[in-house]
Structure formats: structure tokens, C-alpha cells
């Protein structure tokens, strides 16, 4: 079976830390992504990336940043993390091959900063 | 990529057929239709697509008007477990990163 792995369900940080998001892919997907979801606003996509240390900026990139050193592996990083940045992050992959069959989404990072 | 409206909320008797519908006014000739859904605390998960015709696979059918202005994504016999937020997405295969762009969806609630 098919799948996006994220590294933690929960996690809980202070404010300040910095914060790694782990995304894992196994379907070798050339694009992967990274949304978060907060009620009300949806799901708001931070940054993409369509190929290996390529990376794109998303709707919301502000106080994040991305790394992509390997094809499966898509990670995301709160520089300092802040309480506005509690949410529920979502890691999503695709490829262009599968173009029509759309994302394949984690089960997301509930984070909390305190 | 084209916006879409769906309606905010919908309700569904268990075993009764779920329509769902979206409009896409705005729709260019090579952008696809594509339905997904998200349950509680999950991430979204994909359903069905299709470009002008219509679609159907083991989780749902997809009807497009012959406009393609709009579009209803059905499930046959709704189940307790399709209560979730279903959204309707409309993107060209190949933009920019290949990515979507989430609205606000329709939140199925399916009731006993």
C-alpha cells in the first residue's frame, strides 16, 4: 500500500524552538508539499517542491523553510517556532507520471507551541 | 486555476445516495475536476476525477454538465463513515508544481 509518513501525530514545542517536520514518501513521487489546516481557513499551502533541492514558495511561506536532499524525503522547519504557527500540518505527494490521480496525503502533524 | 463554490454543509440519511454538487463557471477546456475528502483528523484523501466525462469508480460517480460549468460528485449508498468535509477541486494537469488549491468544501454529514 501506497504512502506519506509524517514523522510525529502530535508534537508540542516551546516557543522559540526550532521545529523539523519529517515527510516521507514511498511512491517515488518527483512533487511533494506541504500544507497546514487551521479551522475556518482551510488548507493553506507553505511550500512545494517538484524535484530534489528544488522547493517553491506556497501561499503562506512566511517563518518556515523546506528541505529536499533526497526524492522521498520532504522536510519542514520552523526557523523559531511561535504560538501562531500551531496547527495541523499536512505533508502531500504526487507525481507527474500519475498526474491524474491526483495527491497522496499524510495524516498529518498536530502541532502545539506553548 | 478556476475557482469553485460548494455549499458550506449538507445533510444525508444513511443509505440514501449523497449528492454533492460544485460549481466551476470559470473553467478552462484543459483544467480537470477533482473531488476529495478529508475526515476528522485525517488528511484528505482522494476520490474521483474527471475533464468532461462522466466518471465512476468503487467510491463514487462523477457527473459534469455538458458545460462543464458544474458538476456533482455522488455517493450511491452514503455510510456513516462518509461523514466528512468533500471538496471540489478544478486544476490543468500541468501547472505550475502540479499543485491544488484548497476551498472551503462541503461538510457531509450523514445521519442514522
Known amino acids: 500500500d501506497v504512502k506519506v509518513t509524517q514523522s510525529s501525530r502530535y508534537l508540542v514545542k516551546r516557543t522559540g524552538e526550532k521545529v523539523f517536520l519529517e515527510c516521507v514518501q514511498d511512491?517515488?513521487?518527483?512533487?511533494m508539499f506541504w500544507y497546514r489546516q487551521d479551522p475556518g481557513l482551510g488548507l493553506r499551502l507553505i511550500y512545494f517542491?517538484?524535484?530534489?533541492?528544488?522547493?517553491e514558495k506556497g501561499d503562506i511561506p512566511e517563518g518556515y523553510s523546506v528541505s529536499r536532499e533526497k526524492k522521498e524525503r520532504f522536510s519542514l522547519i520552523l526557523e523559531s517556532a511561535s504560538t501562531n504557527q500551531t496547527s495541523m500540518y499536512l505533508c502531500?505527494?504526487?507525481?507527474?507520471?500519475?498526474?491524474?490521480?491526483?495527491?497522496?496525503f499524510g495524516s498529518g502533524t498536530r502541532l502545539t507551541v506553548v | 486555476d478556476a475557482k469553485t463554490t460548494q455549499p458550506t454543509s449538507m445533510d444525508c440519511a444513511e443509505g440514501r445516495a449523497a449528492n454533492l454538487p460544485c460549481n466551476h463557471s470559470?473553467?478552462?477546456?484543459?483544467?480537470?475536476v477533482y473531488w476529495y475528502r478529508q475526515i476528522h483528523s485525517q488528511g484528505p484523501q482522494y476520490i474521483i476525477h474527471?475533464?468532461?466525462n462522466n466518471e465512476t469508480n468503487e467510491m463514487a460517480s462523477l457527473i459534469i454538465t455538458e458545460d462543464r460549468k458544474s458538476s456533482t460528485l455522488i455517493l450511491p449508498h452514503a455510510t456513516l463513515r462518509d461523514t466528512a468535509v468533500y471538496y471540489c477541486?478544478?486544476?490543468?494537469?500541468?501547472?505550475?508544481?502540479?499543485?491544488?488549491?484548497f476551498g472551503g468544501g462541503t461538510r457531509l454529514m450523514v445521519k442514522p
Open positions: 470559470t473553467i478552462s477546456g484543459n483544467e480537470y
Open positions: 511512491m517515488d513521487h518527483e512533487n
Open positions: 474527471g475533464l468532461k
Open positions: 517542491s517538484y524535484d530534489v533541492k528544488m522547493k
Open positions: 477541486i478544478v486544476r490543468a494537469l500541468h501547472n505550475a508544481g502540479n499543485m491544488l488549491t
Open positions: 502531500a505527494s504526487s507525481s507527474y507520471d500519475r498526474a491524474n490521480y491526483g495527491y497522496t
